[in-house]
């Protein structure tokens, strides 16, 4: 490992790091040099497609490498994060990679994300860059960077993708920066002094936190990478990988980001994550596989118009981000079969590491009721009791892993870190599900509370802490509400205080003044005179998960 580590991350072991690389299931190759293998083997390859243009694996190395420089020039440096909050195009990846380049970390930021869970992130991870656009899609980002800016210690660099003449203030260019560097001011091996080392961290991906403050998880280049390569056993020098995810999620880089740089194949960029525009961007580039989650999967099935779409060029599909429904698995089977395409099912995976996924010569039983098989080579996963013991096959408990694609613990919490880990080094997943005899997986439900939202996890507590901050509010509780396109929806359950009302518009235009971002708005209000309560005195959230699943059913959307 290079001198130092990233203060704050927990590093792997030195005898785990030596037993992971000697047997194979890490390669010890950073991004960067993913992307000089690709460069040098396929310079004219087209790497990365999107809406404005494209760029060949040799151009995009050279506009990683100029922005690498600006960075070093600007004076980051190893360790430094820098937060990325970019839509779904080709800047982002320039910033990706030239992140990497330097040893800096990147800290992945969905665009839509609102001031409260941006501020958060900066409280949290203290970034020095922001690379953020001034406006994406309608939106106007300039009101959220004018209130982070004063709240920001340690902020030094905002820069956006827009050219110079359309920026703010004293914002950098993306653009600009990238063209001021000439490249033949430098020595051919100007950055290799800087690669980072493989066991270094090479990004940090937020997740909601239960204190009200995100976790980052902090994964490295090793460790990410394994994920990157199980998770695509079996992709061809031939394939064309479209990303229709949010490209700030894991699921986009441990899915078509990664597998495009790991294999040198192309990726088409999908701006709007929409039916229509997934269904163009496959006729058009051809593209042979992509990952949707659930909602995307069945708004294509349930559209007349897919029918009218060229998708021969698809081989494989998969889904992946939240549970998928039997039926719609059997409609998805019968659909892409009928045009030779082979829909894989779902997905299961954390940011944390633990993935699986299905294999050829499961029974239809399996493939719809499991989460398949562990995907990572080297990892180990088991149940256990509230008191940490191994349960045998087909018991319900907690899912636990650990192996060289599990990561080693959160960003600065320590105390967490403690009571997320088994003894024996396994992390606890916060997942109830159990293990047959021949190694399928099945989840039967949560430990953590959390709300799974067409792949978006919701942390109820944030927004409960948020509801109690009004004035009518004595006490709240947020649940998952059953739905049949996303899953689930977050439905508020308050108490109120004497003689006060409370109505859902107002709720809602009151957590959008808190700076609450979209996800931390419930979709529904229940008024409730009490909430029922555990034997040790908790809200029972089961209870309020059962009353308005049933209340759904009897008006008809259950």
Not at 267 to 280: D, G, N, S
Not at 359 to 370: A, K, Y
Request: aromatic share 8%; net charge neutral.
């Amino acid at each position: 490992m290079g001198a130092g580590y990233l203060e704050g991350a927990t590093p792997y072991p030195g005898e785990m790091i030596r037993q992971y690389v000697a047997k194979g299931w890490w390669l010890n190759l950073t991004y960067g040099d993913l992307l000089d293998r690709a460069t040098r083997n396929s310079p004219e390859r087209l790497a990365v497609i999107d809406e404005r243009g494209s760029l060949t694996y040799g151009r995009l190395k050279e506009k990683v490498e100029r922005f690498a420089i600006a960075l070093i020039e600007m004076g980051i440096k190893k360790h430094d994060r820098i937060l990325i909050q970019l839509p779904t195009q080709l800047e982002f990846l320039i910033a990706y990679y030239a992140s990497h380049k330097i040893g800096a970390v990147p800290v992945l930021a969905v665009s839509r994300q609102e001031h409260r869970e941006v501020s958060r992130f900066f409280r949290v991870f203290q970034p020095v860059a922001w690379i953020v656009p001034a406006r994406e899609g309608g939106r106007d980002f300039l009101p959220l960077i004018d209130k982070i800016r004063p709240e920001a210690e340690g902020l030094r660099y905002v820069i956006m993708p827009e050219a110079a003449k359309e920026l703010p203030g004293d914002a950098l260019s993306m653009g600009r920066l990238i063209h001021d560097v000439k490249l033949d001011h430098y020595p051919e091996d100007f950055l290799a002094p800087f690669r980072p080392d493989p066991d270094d961290v090479a990004v940090i991906f937020p997740t909601g936190g239960t204190t009200g403050l995100p976790k980052g998880v902090p994964r490295t280049h090793n460790s990410f990478l394994a994920n990157i390569r199980y998770t695509n056993t079996g992709t061809l020098p031939d394939e064309v990988t479209g990303l229709a995810t949010p490209i700030g999620h894991t699921l986009a880089h441990q899915g078509p980001v990664g597998k495009a740089i790991l294999f040198a194949i192309p990726l088409v960029l999908i701006a709007i994550p929409k039916a229509t525009p997934i269904l163009q961007a496959i006729e058009r580039h051809k593209i042979t596989h992509i990952v949707l989650v659930p909602t995307q999967l069945e708004d294509i099935l349930n559209d007349p118009a897919s029918k009218r779409y060229n998708l021969t060029s698809l081989r494989k599909v998969q889904t992946a981000g939240a549970a998928l429904r039997p039926e719609t698995a059997q409609s998805a089977l019968e659909f892409f079969g009928s045009i030779g395409a082979q829909f894989l099912g779902s997905e299961f995976g954390s940011t944390e590491g633990p993935c699986a996924k299905h294999v050829q010569g499961e029974s239809p039983e399996v493939f719809r009721t499991s989460i398949g098989k562990p995907m990572c080579a080297g990892d180990e996963w088991k149940v256990i009791d509230d008191e940490e013991r191994e349960l045998p096959p087909n018991t319900e408990g907690e899912l636990c892993a650990r192996g060289p694609c599990i990561f080693t613990g959160y960003y600065q919490s320590d105390a967490e870190n403690r009571a997320i880990f088994t003894r024996d080094g396994y992390y606890k997943m916060g997942d109830l599900g159990k293990i047959d005899e021949q190694g399928h997986l099945f989840v039967t439900g949560r430990k953590k509370d959390i709300i799974q939202r067409g792949g978006e996890g919701i942390i109820p507590s944030e927004i409960e802490s948020l509801l109690q901050r009004h004035p009518s509010v004595e006490k709240a509780a947020v649940v998952g509400m059953p739905d049949a396109r996303l899953g689930e929806r977050a439905c508020a359950y308050v108490v109120l205080k004497p003689g006060k009302s409370l109505g859902f518009d107002e709720m809602t235009q009151f957590l959008k003044g808190l700076g609450a971002g979209w996800l931390l708005l419930p979709e529904r209000l229940e008024v409730v005179s009490k909430l029922p309560v555990t034997l040790v005195g908790k809200v029972d959230k089961k209870v309020l998960r059962q009353e308005i699943s049933a209340k759904l059913k009897k008006e008809g959307q259950g």
